[in-house]
């Protein structure tokens, strides 16, 4: 290995201000400060909160990264909406870390992502500026370093505007690595790696950036190894001499060819690793590792998309980056839980909506088998938004999990005139010439079917045709296009646009009625059906003008042939964009599972019919009507057996065959005791049951996880999550009530939550939560050490629950 290389993630110890800091801080060092004023542009050197010997910053609060300011601010009605009713703001995040004696290395800072606008300054020196909160970025701080002494990086995050229209956050939110090379290198995203077509798969191509950052000419020697997943090199390429002149960067084509390479797929996510060695004068100066993996694809506009040559269906989801307890700071290992989530569900793709996604994402995505659409989060042609489109495509080139490009979401203002032809138009070239192996897409909304014509007739097509919802609310649409363009891959790149509140089937005391919302007043008349329920419940009995039930969303897709998926709107819930609800609403119910990654009733729909080789069967609502004795329940059942039988208290209320992509409805007349459903396959075998039980009073918390152990590396997390339960087991679908967890041994509370679209309870500073229809959550994280954790959840006046983990 290079003895130069190294990588050291930059993620604690960070102090913290928000807002702005006293004038002593900010004047430490300050060469020019007279009478008040700050003057840091006027001289090198002149940033006093960058400084290490600033003694004023040591005392500020100590946080790790990733870390979301904003989500510790308090709910109000002041705060715009759409931002969760939470403030933004402005923040200073400052970092002292020594580095060893010079010896020719050069020092890299690279950030994953900071929200938004942020500056960055290193020993009192600017570095440099970064307006996106969502692209990643680095720079070369060498010549500003102190070797063998204390440096500081401050970077200054100002959070007052939004770049969409939901919840956001604010800080240093993604992951930050210091990074140390020699003189002759591989700069940051320098590897491309292009695997061979379906008639040659292992051929490899390595184009390989080396920058040469000294002041004179330098030869140098490359070759690449390739690695599989069992470590063994299977191949390596031939060695390539180049001559990089001074302060110039040079690209060198490699070549290895891997003989029948294991193919990456959703269910078997095999990866490899190309190895890239730099020498000079036969010395080692740089070794890069870059992952990727063997997989072709193609989208067929007759018979939709392929992956290694099979048929199937994208069953996508579009995802923001917003988790209960942590905000948008979503450390990696959650997000390899949310991906996770996903998949139990069935999905097999993520949208990133609607901007770049965290690296940790999609390298979770590579490791667990999730295609994905890799969204812009504006197009655009200036310098500024052309640059954040070549580095997310320079970034995120090599994931076997990304299928393609969007160019961006629901241009009203452009999609439809010659300007955002001619700037997509652009967009898709730069694509191709930077990516030639994956197709761009676009999500168009509103009247699409016309649009796309337009397009069309103007000479350009985006290479797969991205519709969001129907057009017109007309599913025949789809066929409409594709009889205009039937040579025109297509899928739906945005869809559903229903909500569900998990767990609610009447108003209750976390409901209000609903308001519309004054963005939406235009469209009152098609929401007046569902405001007058007064509530949006667990039936679905809500969607946007433009949504549709969740089964004709699935079978808009699946009874077609050339439809290549779906995409849902969304996977799970984010704070904002509340709608139909106003104030005091935080959190949207658009989402398939909700905050905390709880499955909603209409989860399970997708639980059936997207793994319909697995039984599942699901029954709903909860058994406990007490009041509604011999009234009508509306009792709903997913489930992909061939038929299902519903029993209550023991007796048979008919057997009825399930519809393909469907569900099957009841009205059973309530009375306390036990509501069972059975499934039978086609030959009359039980295959799945499902019972819902008349609840008694809360008796215990019972605490449950999907893994009990960690690494002890103080990044880890468990998720946990607490019932209320009564004396049998079964949870009490109303209880609220508060939780109070405590732990003992290297781990410590991440962030609290219940999925309560409604709840102004702190996710963070805090060990309590209430239950919302039984359920809440504690996210624990290592502390770094080693051992044996205890969670304990209390509640007044029922038995405590308790759970063993271990940090390893």
């Given at each position: 290995m290079s003895k130069y290389r190294t990588t050291r993630p930059l993620l604690e110890g960070w102090k913290l201000c928000t807002g702005e800091p006293p004038m002593e801080a900010l004047a430490w060092g300050n060469h020019d400060f007279t009478a008040g004023e700050i003057r840091i542009w006027q001289k090198a050197e002149n940033h006093g909160l960058s400084k290490p010997e600033n003694p004023h910053t040591d005392g500020w609060r100590t946080v790790g990264i990733p870390h979301d300011f904003v989500i510790e601010g308090a709910f109000t009605d002041k705060a715009p909406l759409n931002n969760g009713s939470l403030a933004g703001g402005k923040a200073y995040y400052v970092n002292k870390f020594e580095l060893p004696p010079d010896a020719g290395q050069r020092i890299h800072l690279e950030f994953d992502g900071v929200y938004r606008d942020c500056t960055v300054h290193v020993n009192g020196h600017f570095i440099g500026r970064h307006l996106s909160?969502?692209?990643?970025?680095?720079?070369?701080?060498?010549?500003?370093?102190?070797?063998?002494?204390?440096?500081?990086?401050?970077?200054?995050?100002?959070?007052?505007?939004?770049?969409?229209?939901?919840?956001?956050?604010?800080?240093?939110?993604?992951?930050?690595?210091?990074?140390?090379?020699?003189?002759?290198?591989?700069?940051?995203?320098?590897?491309?790696?292009?695997?061979?077509?379906?008639?040659?798969?292992?051929?490899?191509?390595?184009?390989?950036?080396?920058?040469?950052?000294?002041?004179?000419?330098i030869r140098c020697d490359a070759v690449c190894s390739i690695v599989d997943a069992d470590g063994k090199t299977v191949a390596v390429s031939r060695k390539e001499t180049v001559d990089i002149t001074a302060l110039d960067d040079v690209d060198v084509a490699l070549h290895a060819s891997v003989q029948?390479?294991?193919?990456?797929?959703?269910?078997?996510?095999?990866?490899?690793?190309?190895?890239?060695?730099?020498?000079?004068?036969?010395?080692?100066?740089?070794?890069?590792?870059?992952?990727?993996?063997?997989?072709?694809?193609?989208f067929d506009p007759a018979t939709g998309f392929y992956l290694n040559g099979v048929n199937m269906k994208l069953k996508g989801v579009c995802c923001h980056q917003d988790h209960s307890g942590v905000g948008v700071a979503v450390p990696p290992a959650l997000q390899e839980w949310r991906v996770r989530r996903l998949k139990d569900l069935g999905a097999n793709a993520i949208r990133t909506s609607h901007n770049q996604p965290d690296p940790a994402l999609l390298d979770a995505c590579d490791r667990l088998g999730m295609l994905v659409m890799d969204e812009i989060r504006m197009p655009g042609i200036g310098d500024e938004l052309t640059s954040q489109f070549k580095d997310t495509l320079r970034r995120d080139r090599n994931h076997p999990a990304v299928i393609l490009w969007s160019l961006g979401n629901e241009e009203m203002g452009i999609q439809h005139k010659s300007s955002g032809i001619k700037i997509f138009r652009r967009l898709q070239e730069l694509s191709h010439k930077l990516d030639p192996t994956r197709p761009t897409t676009y999500a168009m909304n509103c009247d699409w079917i016309n649009i796309s014509k337009y397009h069309d007739d103007?000479?350009?097509?985006?290479?797969?045709?991205?519709?969001?919802?129907?057009?017109?609310?007309?599913?025949?649409?789809?066929?409409?296009?594709?009889?205009?363009?039937?040579?025109?891959?297509?899928?739906?790149?945005?869809?559903?646009?229903?909500?569900?509140?998990?767990?609610?089937?009447?108003?209750?005391?976390?409901?209000?009625?609903?308001?519309?919302?004054?963005?939406?007043?235009?469209?009152?008349?098609?929401?007046?059906?569902?405001?007058?329920?007064?509530?949006?419940?667990?039936?679905?009995?809500?969607?946007?003008?433009?949504?549709?039930?969740?089964?004709?969303?699935?079978?808009?897709?699946?009874?077609?042939?050339?439809?290549?998926?779906?995409?849902?709107?969304?996977?799970?819930?984010?704070?904002?964009?509340?709608?139909?609800?106003?104030?005091?609403?935080?959190?949207?119910?658009?989402?398939?599972?909700?905050?905390?990654?709880?499955?909603?009733?209409?989860?399970?729909?997708?639980?059936?019919?997207?793994?319909?080789?697995?039984?599942?069967?699901?029954?709903?609502?909860?058994?406990?009507?007490?009041?509604?004795?011999?009234?009508?329940?509306?009792?709903?059942?997913?489930?992909?057996?061939?038929?299902?039988?519903?029993?209550?208290?023991?007796?048979?209320?008919?057997?009825?065959?399930?519809?393909?992509?469907?569900?099957?409805?009841?009205?059973?007349?309530?009375?306390?005791?036990?509501?069972?459903?059975?499934?039978?396959?086609?030959?009359?075998?039980?295959?799945?049951?499902?019972?819902?039980?008349?609840a008694k009073a809360p008796e215990k918390v019972i605490l449950s996880s999907g893994r009990t152990t960690c690494r002890a590396d103080g990044r880890d997390i468990i998720v946990i999550d607490a019932s209320i339960v009564d004396a049998s087991g079964e949870v009490c679908p109303r209880a609220q009530n508060e939780v109070v967890f405590n732990v003992e041994g290297p781990a410590e509370i991440l962030g609290v939550g219940n999925g309560n679209p409604m709840s102004h309870e702190p996710d963070k500073g805090t060990n309590r939560r209430k239950a919302f229809h039984g359920l809440c959550q504690v996210i624990l994280q290592s502390t770094g050490a080693a051992g044996a954790i205890t969670v304990c959840a209390e509640s007044r006046r029922i038995e405590t629950g308790v759970i063993m983990c271990d940090a390893q």
């Open positions: 909160g969502y692209t990643s970025f680095g720079f070369d701080i060498t010549e500003v370093c102190r070797f063998g002494a204390m440096n500081a990086v401050c970077v200054h995050v100002n959070a007052t505007e939004n770049e969409l229209w939901s919840y956001e956050g604010g800080g240093i939110y993604r992951d930050v690595k210091l990074i140390t090379t020699a003189q002759v290198f591989v700069p940051q995203w320098g590897v491309c790696v292009r695997t061979g077509d379906e008639s040659a798969v292992g051929n490899t191509g390595v184009m390989v950036s080396i920058r040469n950052a000294s002041c004179s000419t029948k390479p294991v193919l990456w797929n959703v269910d078997a996510p095999v990866l490899y690793r190309v190895v890239v060695e730099i020498s000079v004068d036969g010395d080692l100066v740089d070794c890069y590792e870059q992952p990727f993996g063997y997989r072709t694809f193609r103007n000479g350009f097509r985006f290479d797969v045709f991205g519709a969001n919802y129907r057009s017109d609310q007309k599913s025949a649409r789809y066929d409409e296009f594709h009889q205009r363009h039937p040579d025109w891959p297509m899928l739906g790149s945005e869809t559903w646009g229903g909500t569900c509140t998990r767990g609610l089937y009447e108003p209750d005391t976390s409901t209000i009625p609903v308001t519309i919302n004054p963005r939406r007043m235009n469209d009152a008349d098609l929401w007046a059906d569902e405001a007058q329920s007064g509530y949006v419940s667990a039936y679905q009995n809500y969607h946007t003008p433009w949504g549709y039930s969740i089964e004709e969303c699935w079978q808009d897709c699946a009874n077609r042939p050339y439809m290549a998926g779906t995409f849902l709107w969304t996977g799970f819930d984010y704070r904002g964009e509340t709608s139909p609800y106003l104030w005091p609403a935080v959190i949207t119910r658009y989402g398939i599972l909700d905050l905390c990654g709880f499955y909603k009733e209409a989860a399970h729909y997708l639980r059936a019919w997207w793994r319909p080789d697995d039984p599942h069967l699901f029954l709903m609502p909860h058994w406990n009507w007490e009041g509604y004795e011999g009234k009508a329940i509306d009792v709903w059942c997913y489930s992909n057996a061939a038929s299902v039988e519903l029993f209550l208290n023991g007796r048979s209320l008919g057997k009825k065959t399930m519809p393909v992509n469907d569900k099957l409805t009841w009205q059973v007349p309530w009375e306390q005791g036990t509501l069972e459903a059975k499934g039978y396959d086609s030959a009359g075998t039980i295959i799945a049951n499902a019972v819902r039980r008349t």
